[in-house]
């Protein structure tokens, strides 16, 4: 197996970058060309990838940058479960994000910096070490920002702002923990979890909670999560690829490694830090729940319940047993999936319609009926209802929490999901069964090319929803990838 | 010959040069690049610790030239700089229409070679006068340049910098009366705790802190680099405080450190820590963008004197030393660009404050890119050379359990972050792309290439330390340099 595999999955789409920022805008077909043969390439490399590490075959790429710190890229089971989730959502995302933007002005630009978005992401599911995973991590910051403030107005660069602060402290705090952590052990790589038995138990606490609190930044922990609604202020496809999938996920898989791969489960059982966490967690579940059941704004709305999903993943690691570890990894996939749906059909919905706030939904569902199934999937699937994706995560995580004795878990999950049906049931019910508003002029839904790239992405994705969850027992499914990890590694 | 004396020669021929030929004065730049590129590579390529003895002298009579790891990072770092703002300049100082332009373009030049001399002097040299004669050739360029911008600016900066060469020379003086040399490696052997000694220590510090623009003697440089020509300012920040801060180096570790009281380091070590968080929050309040990048440069400074305890008590291990001298060179490279991005900028729209960039990252994409990642290294983000420093100094902070250095470290990265992404965020406002003036489009290569470098060198981290490792007090000490002739 060649050793620059990993490299070349991880800078891939530095070329796309490179190039939109270069072309100028009269050809910005060959732009869009570029961009969407590159997420295929980068789906093809996944695809061989995954079959490999089915085999057992992990790649390695290693790199020393200052004596005794490894630059390492790694594909391992983990990773690539990231890995294929960000490739898949980037190639339906550029495919939206093309037709949602059309031949608007400055797109080389956005283009340029999503690119280098998904490469940041890709690179913080290989990293091997944490100091790696710090690199990309600031890199994912600091190409989310432009995007971000992409459209240039008062509430885009307030977003920005609040973005900055929230999320660089967070990984200064991150940095902190890891120096700290490796002044004991050396380098903190994630294949060789680091023998933690001689630092004190105070320090050790310390650490994980600068580490946890830092990475819980972008994972929308509370009280840490101001900044992801304000950041809707971003275009549709920014919400629907980055902040749905790419910028939360990278926290929560941040701490999924502190938690499994570099303190390991019994460490972190030992030190008691696993029911506070958990705590933490269902706190941040039903908060993000009660939020969004306020918003009267669509996009804000998801965003809250984005911060509520979220935390499912984290509540998983943190009850400490198989079944939750399951349940919250593979919620990691699930909720991406079911978000970006939700959120491209939300930009959908208002580039066509002009929708944004959950009254004007009414009778949407006949004028974009497509749009509005795949809306509707997303939200049963988030309220857990079966066959949906959302449906094994949630009982994955109840039987973890039944098996970890914490019975309060399964009256967290069910009270959230009353709460998601609280705050997406009313939405379906105003599509689908009230009259439209005369202000309304008629929609073709799938009329033309463009307006076809921009209501599939989210049919596909729904549909994926619906396979994940119906064929969950098959082999390479999601849950299949994720007991395949939990064999592997963490339940030993 | 030995390329020790011809990098310190050749700029200053050329600063003769310049002043002969006049209008033409300028195009010697494409005959100083070549040959300096090739001295630095040279010096480069000489083997650790290398001196040489000028004219044959021996000490303690001759002067001592020498190429320890510092000494060949800073003169490589110079090199870079002065040929890519060289380059830059070309255009902008050069005859023009009216006569005050005509006469910056003239003088420009020499006062270029000459700060290029002097400051490879001042790296190069173990001989505490002659490190007197190369801090007075810099001030002397600085406070011409400065003048160029602002007379008023110049004055003070003039003044306060006669101040601090008058203290360094007195020391100079006591430290000659006591031990009838004033070599650094030969005063490293004899150094006694002496109150002569201290005296003179003391003095020579104070003068070069001012020199180097530390806090709270800093007061001379933002107006003066905020007000000079951007090709000024950026060799002012980059350049001239470097010498300042180098020179401090050698004398705190090279000449005494066996007298030196840990209370001295910690105040440094405050010191740095006050200016990075003043010069921080100072930045933060302009509104104009050239003051913004100077206070800017009084922040960063914070960091070098921020480090010096945890140099002195990491002794040897290198982590530290490196991150601090990498630091230097970081920060060379990035404020450079910065300054050189700035002044592309607000010579197009016209103007000094930070909402005249409205919109301009759509006008000027690739002069806010290059301010961009010169920002990137500065707020010490990976990958860079400004993260690759701070993640050293903060290693070696954790490791030492100096808590209060590690947060400063973090807090001033924070901060930043809040004062240079708000030009950036001005750049990015508004959706409608402005209108401007932009003369000569190649320059914007110039802060391109200089801050592509700044986060390039981010992943030749191991060869920088090799490089700074090669210093006395860093590695293994090295009592006799070898000659090269």
């Given at each position: 197996?060649?050793?620059?595999?990993?490299?070349l999955?991880?800078?891939?789409p530095?070329?796309?970058?490179?190039?939109s920022?270069?072309?100028?805008e009269?050809m910005a077909?060959?732009?869009?060309v570029i961009?969407i043969?590159?997420?295929?390439?980068?789906?093809?490399l996944?695809?061989?990838?995954l079959?490999?590490?089915?085999?057992?075959?992990?790649?390695?790429?290693?790199?020393?940058?200052?004596?005794?710190?490894?630059?390492?890229l790694r594909?391992?089971a983990?990773?690539?479960l990231?890995?294929?989730?960000?490739?898949?959502?980037?190639?339906?995302?550029?495919?939206?994000?093309?037709?949602?933007?059309?031949?608007?002005?400055?797109?080389?630009?956005?283009?340029g910096?999503?690119?280098?978005?998904?490469?940041?992401?890709?690179g913080?599911?290989?990293?091997?070490?944490?100091?790696?995973?710090?690199v990309?991590?600031?890199?994912?910051?600091?190409a989310?920002?432009?995007?971000?403030v992409?459209k240039?107005?008062?509430?885009?660069?307030?977003?920005?702002?609040?973005y900055?602060i929230?999320?660089?402290?967070?990984?200064?705090?991150?940095?902190?923990?890891?120096?700290?952590l490796?002044s004991?052990?050396?380098?903190?790589?994630f294949?060789?979890?680091?023998?933690l038995?001689?630092?004190p138990?105070?320090?050790?606490?310390?650490?994980?909670i600068?580490c946890?609190?830092?990475?819980?930044?972008?994972?929308?922990?509370?009280?840490?999560?101001?900044?992801?609604?304000e950041?809707?202020?971003?275009?549709?496809?920014v919400?629907?690829?980055?902040?749905?999938?790419?910028?939360?996920?990278?926290?929560a898989?941040?701490?999924l490694?502190?938690i499994?791969?570099v303190?390991?489960?019994?460490?972190?059982?030992d030190?008691?830090?696993?029911?506070?966490?958990?705590?933490?967690?269902?706190?941040?579940?039903?908060?993000g729940?009660?939020?969004?059941?306020?918003?009267?704004?669509i996009?804000?709305?998801?965003?809250?319940?984005?911060?509520?999903?979220?935390?499912?993943?984290?509540?998983?690691?943190?009850?400490?047993?198989?079944?939750?570890?399951?349940?919250?990894?593979?919620?990691?996939?699930?909720?991406?999936?079911?978000k970006?749906?939700?959120f491209?059909?939300a930009?959908?919905?208002?580039?066509r319609?002009?929708?944004?706030?959950?009254a004007d939904?009414?009778?949407?569902?006949?004028?974009?009926?497509?749009?509005?199934?795949?809306?509707?999937?997303?939200?049963?699937g988030?309220?857990?209802?079966?066959?949906?994706?959302?449906?094994?995560?949630?009982?994955?995580?109840?039987?973890?929490?039944?098996?970890?004795?914490?019975?309060?878990?399964?009256?967290?999950?069910?009270?959230?999901?009353?709460?998601?049906?609280?705050?997406?049931?009313?939405?379906?019910?105003?599509?689908?069964?009230?009259?439209?508003?005369?202000s309304?002029?008629?929609?073709?839904?799938?009329?033309?090319?463009?307006?076809?790239?921009?209501?599939?992405p989210?049919?596909?994705?729904?549909?994926?929803?619906l396979v994940?969850?119906?064929?969950?027992?098959?082999?390479?499914?999601?849950?299949?990838?994720?007991?395949?990890?939990?064999?592997?590694?963490?339940?030993? | 010959?030995?390329?020790l004396?011809?990098?310190?020669?050749?700029?200053?021929?050329?600063?003769?040069a310049?002043?002969?030929?006049?209008?033409?004065?300028r195009?010697?730049?494409?005959?100083?690049?070549?040959v300096?590129?090739?001295?630095?590579?040279?010096?480069?390529?000489?083997?650790?610790?290398?001196?040489?003895?000028?004219?044959g002298?021996?000490?303690?009579?001759?002067?001592?030239?020498?190429?320890?790891?510092?000494?060949?990072?800073?003169?490589?770092?110079?090199?870079?700089?002065?040929?890519?703002?060289?380059?830059?300049?070309?255009?902008?100082f050069?005859?023009g229409?009216?006569?005050?332009?005509?006469?910056?373009?003239?003088?420009f030049w020499?006062?270029?070679?000459?700060?290029?001399?002097?400051?490879?002097?001042?790296?190069?040299?173990?001989?505490?006068?002659?490190?007197?004669?190369?801090?007075?050739?810099?001030?002397l360029?600085?406070?011409?340049m400065?003048?160029?911008?602002s007379?008023?600016?110049?004055l003070?900066y003039?003044?306060?910098?006669?101040?601090?060469?008058?203290?360094y020379?007195?020391?100079?003086?006591?430290?000659?009366?006591?031990?009838?040399?004033?070599?650094?490696?030969?005063?490293?052997e004899?150094?006694?705790?002496d109150?002569a000694?201290?005296?003179?220590?003391?003095?020579?510090?104070a003068?070069?802190?001012?020199?180097a623009?530390?806090?709270?003697?800093?007061?001379?440089l933002?107006?003066?680099?905020?007000?000079?020509?951007?090709?000024?300012?950026?060799l002012?920040?980059?350049?001239?405080?470097?010498?300042?801060?180098?020179?401090?180096?050698?004398?705190?570790?090279?000449?005494?450190?066996?007298?030196?009281?840990p209370?001295?380091?910690?105040?440094?070590?405050?010191?740095?820590?006050?200016a990075?968080l003043?010069?921080?929050?100072?930045?933060?309040?302009?509104d104009?963008?050239?003051?913004?990048?100077?206070?800017?440069?009084?922040?960063?400074?914070?960091?070098?004197?921020?480090?010096?305890?945890?140099?002195?008590?990491?002794a040897?291990?290198?982590?530290?030393?490196?991150?601090?001298?990498?630091?230097?060179?970081?920060?060379?490279?990035?404020?450079?660009?910065?300054?050189?991005?700035?002044g592309?900028?607000?010579?197009?729209?016209?103007?000094?404050?930070l909402?005249?960039?409205?919109?301009?990252?759509?006008?000027?994409?690739?002069?806010?890119?290059?301010?961009?990642?010169?920002?990137?290294?500065?707020?010490?983000l990976?990958?860079?050379?400004?993260?690759?420093?701070?993640?050293?100094?903060?290693?070696?902070?954790?490791?030492?359990?100096?808590?209060?250095?590690?947060?400063?470290?973090?807090v001033?990265?924070?901060?930043?972050?809040?004062?240079?992404?708000?030009?950036?965020a001005?750049?990015?406002?508004?959706?409608d792309?402005?209108?401007?003036?932009?003369k000569?489009?190649?320059?914007?290569?110039?802060?391109?290439?200089l801050?592509?470098?700044a986060?390039?060198?981010?992943?030749?981290?191991?060869?920088?330390?090799?490089?700074t490792?090669?210093?006395?007090w860093?590695?293994?000490?090295?009592?006799?340099a070898?000659d090269?002739?």
């Amino acid at each position: 197996m060649n050793e620059f595999l990993p490299l070349l999955l991880v800078f891939l789409p530095f070329v796309p970058a490179l190039i939109s920022f270069a072309l100028p805008e009269r050809m910005a077909v060959w732009r869009d060309v570029i961009n969407i043969s590159f997420a295929l390439a980068k789906l093809a490399l996944v695809g061989f990838l995954l079959l490999s590490v089915e085999d057992g075959v992990t790649t390695e790429w290693r790199y020393e940058f200052l004596q005794g710190h490894d630059f390492i890229l790694r594909t391992d089971a983990f990773a690539l479960l990231f890995i294929t989730l960000s490739a898949f959502l980037w190639l339906i995302a550029t495919v939206y994000a093309i037709a949602y933007f059309g031949r608007g002005p400055h797109l080389a630009r956005f283009f340029g910096f999503f690119n280098l978005c998904v490469l940041a992401a890709t690179g913080v599911a290989m990293s091997g070490t944490a100091i790696t995973f710090f690199v990309f991590y600031e890199l994912l910051t600091l190409a989310t920002w432009p995007l971000v403030v992409h459209k240039g107005d008062e509430k885009s660069l307030r977003a920005g702002r609040i973005y900055l602060i929230y999320t660089l402290a967070g990984s200064a705090a991150y940095l902190a923990g890891i120096v700290w952590l490796k002044s004991h052990v050396g380098t903190i790589e994630f294949a060789a979890r680091p023998d933690l038995s001689g630092i004190p138990r105070l320090e050790l606490t310390l650490i994980f909670i600068l580490c946890i609190g830092g990475l819980g930044v972008k994972a929308a922990l509370i009280p840490f999560h101001g900044w992801l609604p304000e950041a809707m202020a971003a275009p549709a496809p920014v919400s629907a690829l980055l902040h749905a999938v790419a910028v939360v996920k990278a926290g929560a898989f941040g701490i999924l490694r502190m938690i499994y791969d570099v303190y390991g489960i019994d460490t972190v059982s030992d030190l008691g830090l696993g029911p506070p966490l958990a705590v933490l967690a269902a706190a941040t579940i039903l908060y993000g729940s009660f939020r969004a059941l306020m918003q009267t704004d669509i996009k804000k709305r998801l965003a809250y319940s984005t911060v509520s999903q979220v935390s499912y993943i984290i509540l998983g690691a943190s009850l400490i047993g198989p079944f939750a570890m399951i349940g919250g990894l593979v919620h990691l996939v699930h909720q991406g999936i079911m978000k970006i749906t939700l959120f491209m059909c939300a930009g959908a919905l208002a580039n066509r319609m002009g929708i944004k706030a959950v009254a004007d939904l009414d009778g949407a569902g006949r004028m974009m009926p497509v749009t509005m199934a795949a809306f509707s999937v997303g939200a049963l699937g988030m309220i857990g209802i079966p066959p949906s994706a959302g449906f094994i995560s949630k009982w994955y995580l109840g039987l973890g929490g039944l098996q970890s004795d914490a019975r309060w878990v399964v009256a967290v999950l069910a009270g959230s999901s009353l709460l998601n049906a609280l705050y997406f049931l009313p939405l379906l019910y105003r599509a689908w069964l009230l009259a439209p508003s005369q202000s309304h002029a008629p929609v073709r839904e799938l009329d033309g090319a463009w307006n076809r790239m921009l209501v599939l992405p989210a049919a596909i994705t729904a549909l994926t929803v619906l396979v994940a969850g119906l064929f969950a027992a098959f082999p390479f499914s999601p849950l299949s990838w994720v007991i395949l990890i939990a064999e592997r590694g963490y339940l030993k | 010959m030995s390329p020790l004396d011809l990098l310190v020669a050749a700029p200053l021929a050329f600063m003769i040069a310049a002043l002969l030929s006049g209008p033409w004065g300028r195009w010697w730049l494409l005959a100083a690049i070549p040959v300096m590129a090739g001295l630095t590579v040279w010096l480069l390529l000489l083997p650790e610790g290398s001196g040489h003895v000028v004219g044959g002298w021996t000490l303690p009579l001759g002067v001592q030239l020498r190429a320890d790891g510092v000494a060949q990072l800073m003169v490589a770092a110079t090199a870079v700089c002065a040929a890519i703002v060289g380059l830059y300049a070309l255009h902008e100082f050069a005859p023009g229409a009216d006569r005050s332009e005509t006469a910056h373009g003239f003088a420009f030049w020499p006062l270029f070679y000459l700060l290029w001399g002097g400051a490879n002097a001042g790296f190069l040299t173990t001989d505490l006068f002659n490190l007197y004669i190369a801090l007075e050739m810099v001030s002397l360029a600085a406070v011409a340049m400065a003048a160029m911008g602002s007379l008023r600016a110049a004055l003070r900066y003039f003044v306060i910098a006669l101040v601090g060469s008058l203290a360094y020379l007195l020391g100079v003086a006591l430290l000659f009366s006591n031990y009838a040399t004033v070599d650094l490696t030969l005063l490293a052997e004899m150094a006694r705790p002496d109150l002569a000694t201290k005296t003179a220590l003391a003095v020579m510090t104070a003068g070069l802190l001012i020199k180097a623009a530390v806090f709270p003697l800093h007061g001379w440089l933002p107006p003066a680099h905020a007000a000079a020509p951007a090709p000024a300012s950026a060799l002012l920040s980059a350049i001239v405080v470097k010498v300042g801060f180098v020179i401090l180096l050698r004398l705190w570790f090279e000449a005494f450190p066996a007298i030196i009281a840990p209370a001295g380091l910690e105040l440094l070590g405050w010191l740095g820590a006050l200016a990075v968080l003043y010069g921080s929050v100072q930045a933060i309040r302009q509104d104009t963008l050239k003051a913004l990048v100077a206070y800017s440069t009084v922040a960063q400074i914070g960091y070098l004197l921020l480090a010096f305890p945890l140099v002195a008590t990491a002794a040897g291990t290198g982590g530290a030393w490196a991150g601090m001298t990498i630091h230097a060179t970081a920060h060379m490279l990035a404020k450079a660009a910065m300054f050189l991005a700035a002044g592309l900028m607000l010579k197009a729209v016209n103007g000094h404050h930070l909402k005249d960039l409205h919109g301009l990252a759509r006008a000027m994409p690739l002069t806010v890119a290059a301010f961009g990642l010169a920002a990137v290294s500065l707020m010490g983000l990976p990958p860079s050379a400004g993260f690759l420093a701070k993640f050293l100094l903060l290693e070696a902070a954790v490791e030492q359990g100096a808590v209060f250095a590690a947060a400063v470290l973090l807090v001033g990265g924070l901060l930043a972050a809040v004062y240079l992404f708000k030009p950036l965020a001005w750049a990015f406002a508004g959706s409608d792309t402005p209108v401007v003036v932009a003369k000569a489009p190649l320059r914007t290569a110039a802060p391109l290439a200089l801050a592509l470098l700044a986060v390039s060198l981010g992943f030749a981290g191991q060869a920088m330390v090799d490089i700074t490792a090669g210093s006395p007090w860093a590695g293994p000490p090295a009592t006799e340099a070898e000659d090269v002739q």
